[in-house]
């Protein structure tokens, strides 16, 4: 009796060391570097539970084995924190290291750039054509209530809530900018600032023009002069909805519209497009100039003159600059 209780001893401690052996391997082996040569992202869907996200990292050769892998987070009991999404798996990433980024939630972070001077059924075709987003829009946003930025993402968001982003962004950022006007502007509200800041960016793509081009304008707001601009009247005949695939020409300059600047004063009813943050600051704090003219100049910029005489001679040189151009294109 004495001998087998000898035994059975030596038994379990020879069983409780086996025991603490294998433990010991398997740790290690969660802990070890695996086999991921190269950082690659893997979708989690959502719903997936322990059994099948060890299968599909396995697969995607992040994991070796996926049974170790089930076994390591059901051990730190990690299997309820795991988060659906796209993650990028570092290389050589240990079987712990996938799990704790899976249940950290870091997904893989997305950008989509929409570019100052877009209308917002521009904008909306932008978010429906991106194919990382879900969902439908509700419908397009009323002119200028979007502002134009590097928009961060995770795939599988919904494309409304982004377009929700963009508008409380462009809400954040008048609420910054119009308590900071200048003094003395010839605009009632920030509603009128956001027109003439789509104005602006429509006007010109040269960055330090614009608070140049926004000085022309005040001033002649602040003189009854008519705006006078061509982009105003583009949007008059599509409202937005589609590209003017011709030149103006005469007769549209004379049609009247509610947003012809050519035979209203002031400002049209509203915006043209959605201005980026640069236009909004620099119709908030324009150029203090004596301009009242500017043509374009050939070179992407424009021209800017004082008086009608000097801006008629800035006419001439463009007229003369856009033959030169048809000519070279016919020979």
């Known amino acids: 009796m004495k001998r087998f209780a000898v ?4 038994l379990l401690v020879l069983g409780a060391g086996a ?3 294998a433990f010991q391997y398997l740790q290690q082996r969660f802990e070890a570097p695996g086999p991921l040569a ?3 992202a893997l979708v989690i869907a959502k719903g997936d539970g322990v059994a099948k996200i060890a299968e599909d990292l396995q697969a995607a050769g992040v994991i070796e084995d996926s049974r170790i892998f089930r076994l390591g987070v059901r051990y730190l009991e990690m299997g309820r924190n795991m988060k659906a999404g796209e993650f990028l798996f570092p290389a050589g990433v240990s079987m712990h290291g996938a799990a704790e980024l899976i249940a950290s939630g870091k997904t893989v972070s997305h950008k989509i750039t929409l570019p100052e001077g877009q209308t917002s059924r521009e904008i909306v075709g932008l978010l429906m054509a991106e194919p990382l987003l879900v969902g439908e ?3 397009v946003p009323p002119e200028g209530s979007l502002l134009p930025e590097t928009y961060h993402f995770s ?3 919904s494309r409304q809530a982004l377009l ?3 508008g409380a962004a462009m809400t954040d950022a008048l609420a910054a900018l119009w308590p900071q006007r200048a003094e003395g502007l010839p605009l009632a509200s920030p509603a009128e600032a956001v027109t003439l800041a789509s104005i602006v960016e429509k006007e010109t793509g040269v960055a330090e023009e614009r608070p140049l081009v926004a000085g022309v304008f005040v001033n002649r707001l602040k003189k009854g002069i008519p705006l006078q601009s061509d982009p105003t009247v583009i949007y008059g005949i599509t409202l937005g909805q589609s590209e003017l695939d011709r030149p103006l020409s005469r007769k549209d300059l004379k049609t ?5 600047t050519y035979s209203i004063q002031g400002l049209p009813p509203g915006p043209i497009a959605n201005p980026g943050r640069d236009a909004l600051k620099a119709v908030m704090a324009p150029a203090e100039t004596d301009y009242i003219y500017f043509v374009a100049d050939g070179s992407g910029g424009h021209a800017f003159a004082k008086t009608l005489a000097e801006h008629n001679r800035n006419v001439a040189k463009w007229r003369k600059h856009q033959r030169a151009q048809k000519d070279a294109a016919e020979e």
């Open 164 to 166: 929700d982003r963009m």
């Open 38 to 40: 190269a950082d690659t």
């Open 137 to 139: 829009i509700d419908g």
């Open 7 to 10: 035994v059975l001893l030596l």
């Open 19 to 21: 025991a603490y052996l």
């Open 155 to 157: 795939r599988g968001d």
């Open 256 to 260: 009247a519209t509610p947003y012809n």
